[in-house]
């Protein structure tokens, strides 16, 4: 069974810095891209990060710069560490894990909670 759990949120202050980690069980870590995405109040799902099993990283042009994505070395679990928070980046973190071969296998995690105070 496949478990996608995410975990780290929480509430801090503008200019603060998190870590959001993402533990995925019950797939084979190399064949799938783990994907950072996050969705605020009233707005769609928006792209954050993503990592491929080689480790290669890509972000939106308007994710670069205070986010970073990495995993550890058994690479079933990866961070998304944001630095320089500010009220905007509030939103509930999802974790997806993306099949590289298959569009349609993807398995996602329930989310974690970020709130940005000013």
């Known amino acids: 069974q496949v478990r996608i759990v995410e975990s780290g949120g929480g509430l801090v202050q503008t200019g603060a810095s998190l870590r959001v980690s993402c533990t995925a069980s019950?797939?084979?870590?190399?064949?799938?891209?783990m994907e950072w995405y996050r969705q605020a109040p009233g707005k769609e799902r928006e792209k954050v990060a993503s990592?491929?099993?080689?480790?290669?990283?890509e972000y939106p042009n308007s994710m670069k710069g205070r986010f970073t994505i990495s995993r550890d070395n058994t690479k079933t679990t990866v961070y998304l560490t944001m630095n320089n928070l500010v009220p905007e980046d509030t939103a509930i973190y999802y974790c997806?894990?993306?099949?590289?071969?298959?569009?349609?296998?993807?398995?996602w995690g329930q989310g974690t909670q970020v709130t940005v105070s000013p």
């Open positions: 990592i491929t099993p080689g480790g290669y990283t």
């Open positions: 997806k894990a993306q099949h590289t071969l298959s569009s349609r296998t993807h398995y």
């Open positions: 019950g797939l084979s870590s190399g064949a799938y891209r």
